[in-house]
């Protein structure tokens, strides 16, 4: 076992204003199941990066190990699996390729088939399988989850519960926790490491925000009561002065000399309170440094007319003359929260794309609600272009209301003057989903809503749908989000 250690690492990009590591120290053990976190945009992949020397940073990175970053960048595609494999690494015996490929679920003759011909969780598979085979290496594993389906997710998680030595980013909070036993986490305003999965780190997190919520609310109350007496202190000196001008009694004139000194001491006492005042307001910024879900989300579901939206019979969907899925039947009444659970390619996007009335070929019946009002978050973000204002513009929503829930999703201010297509793949996502909060539907179809999106986000977004539930029928890969949030499965 070796150590990696971090000493006063400050990074930023050239572009940008703002640090996005400012002076961080912290120390990894080499043989650590390590779980990265943190809001979208706040450095995770930035940082694993950095451990690659791709950037410049001011500080110091101490490791007795080499670094080995997941994914690989592939580079044609049509290649045999096995010369993709043979270019990565090829100093090993075969039978160990065999060997994690069976830990995997794959059949090692897909490797005779070109790498283009593998679905993606396939492809996903056997590049994990390539990363493990390196001896002497620390892992930085991103975001392998993106195209795995639920078996899929399990099968990894699994995989990787037998190994050791990686970082993984992910914001699947099962997979996390089936395969990590410490925790890595990009705060507001600081890193923080803890022992135990991402469970641990959640209950441990949401105890310190309590404390800290708690101990605000305390501090509110005194700054109210600090505010109350500094202005009366005010009154009273402003009081005093006033009367070394005033009228004279019983033919005496008013000391002014005395008044004066009076007046001075109230006004001294008044500034003391205001400064006391000052360091509490300050305190309280402080408590509050890194507290992610202050502010709840909100959307504006609309009642339907009717309570069934939807209804199928003995559908089937066709790709060419190739049925993609068979004789499905389903309804969908007000407040249904459906959730389309199925492997890849068992078209599950194309039966949501049905539903909002694009070009799809198929059979049986089915029968929309008249007038019926959607909303829809779609899975792929390639799209995007121009800024946020005019994308809020094309999209006829209101502009301060979808940065607000952008905001409340962890944007900062500086990203709203960047163009969309330097976004993160989280932050896109989140734009859909803000556009989608913003309009008020009768039916909600999000086609994997959370694919890149942090963990912090995931919670938001659970504990709005169960706090003001639309009707809404989602495809989604997150076993957590599904068993929080679904009140019907449709298993394909």
Known sequence: MSQISISHLSFNYESSYENIFEDVSFTIDSNWKLGFIGRNGRGKTTFLKLLMGLYDYAGVIAASVDFEYFPFAIQD??????????????????????????????????????????????????????????????????????????????????YLNKKQGFILVSHDRTFLDNCVDHVLSINKMNIDIQKGNYSTWLFNKQRQDQFELNQNKKLKQEIGQLKTAAKRTENWSNAVEKSKNGQRVSGLRPDRGHIGHQSAKMMKRSKSLEKRQQISVESKEKLLKNIDWADALQIRPRSYQKNRLISANNLSLYYGDQPILENLSFEINQGDRIAIVGPNGSGKSSLLKLLLGEPIRYSGSLELGSQLQLSQIPQDTDLLTGDLRDFSHGERIDESRFKTILRKLGFNREQFEKSLGSFSEGQKKKVYLARSLCQSAHLYLWDEPLNYIDVLSRIQIEELLLQTPPTMIFVEHDRSFIDHVATKIIEL
């Open 77 to 158: 595609p049509s290649q045999l699996t096995q010369t993709i494999v043979d270019a990565i690494y090829d100093d090993y015996p075969l039978w160990e390729l065999q060997r994690e490929l069976s830990l995997l679920n794959l059949d090692p003759e897909l490797l005779e088939r070109p790498f283009e011909t593998l679905s993606r969780g396939e492809q996903t598979k056997v590049l994990l399988a390539v990363l493990f085979l390196k001896p002497n290496q620390f892992l930085l594993i991103d975001e392998p989850t993106n195209h795995l389906d639920l078996e899929g997710r399990q099968i990894v998680s699994a």
